[in-house]
């Protein structure tokens, strides 16, 4: 294979897209797409949920507010509904031309997707700001998974049963599952 360099426009932001829930000040539920969203490891056991986002929106300044939020998967049948999250505005009025099912989640108060499979309810541990973007780290309080999934371990999530949308600048969807760790390396 052979490379060439570019010009660092080309950020290759390749990442699973997510519905994030939260509350506005009035008590409304309020969603928007955010796709860069990613997981890190803390102490112990556990992972924090990282999640950028730019700009001043409606979302962003109730995570600020609340410190809490739902990351819904988006599954490829939540497409249009990605979508329209993402045509619509806050300042443009009330996100209710489409009919979607809301749901509260299990342990933090925040507004869930109905449709979503995989559904992180989170609290903001900090953030950093960084020009526009604001990056929060989050402990994930709760996770909702589809019922069809009955993973061994967290290395045993069938993505192909979650369906889940890839961003990078286009919308792009998951092919098969091509093996576990270790499958391709032959030991001498």
């Not at 019922?147 to 049963?161: G, Q, V, Y």
């Not at 919308?171 to 032959?186: A, M, P, V, W």
Request: aromatic content about 10%; charged content about 25%.
């Amino acid at each position: 294979m052979k490379r060439k360099s570019v010009a660092p426009i080309y950020s290759m932001c390749v990442q699973p897209s997510f519905i994030i829930g939260t509350k506005n000040e009035d008590g409304t539920d309020n969603f928007a797409p955010i796709t860069w969203v990613s997981v890190t490891h803390e102490e112990g056991d556990g992972y924090l949920l990282v999640i950028s986002m730019f700009g001043s929106k409606r979302t962003k300044q109730n995570v600020i507010r609340t410190g809490i939020f739902s990351a819904n998967l988006v599954s490829t049948d939540m497409l249009p509904l990605m979508d329209y999250f993402g045509s619509k505005h806050a300042k443009d009025g009330k996100k209710n031309d489409m009919e979607y099912g809301v749901s509260r989640g299990a342990v933090l108060d925040v507004p869930t997707l109905d449709e979503s499979p995989w559904v992180y309810e989170c609290e903001v541990a900090r953030s950093v700001k960084t020009g526009d973007s604001t990056t929060f780290f989050c402990h994930i309080k709760n996770i909702q998974m589809d019922e069809r999934l009955s993973p061994k371990d967290t290395f045993d999530i069938d993505l192909t049963l979650l369906d889940p949308v890839i961003y990078s600048g286009k919308y792009h969807s998951l092919g098969k599952i091509l093996g576990e760790i270790g499958d391709f390396h032959k030991a001498d």
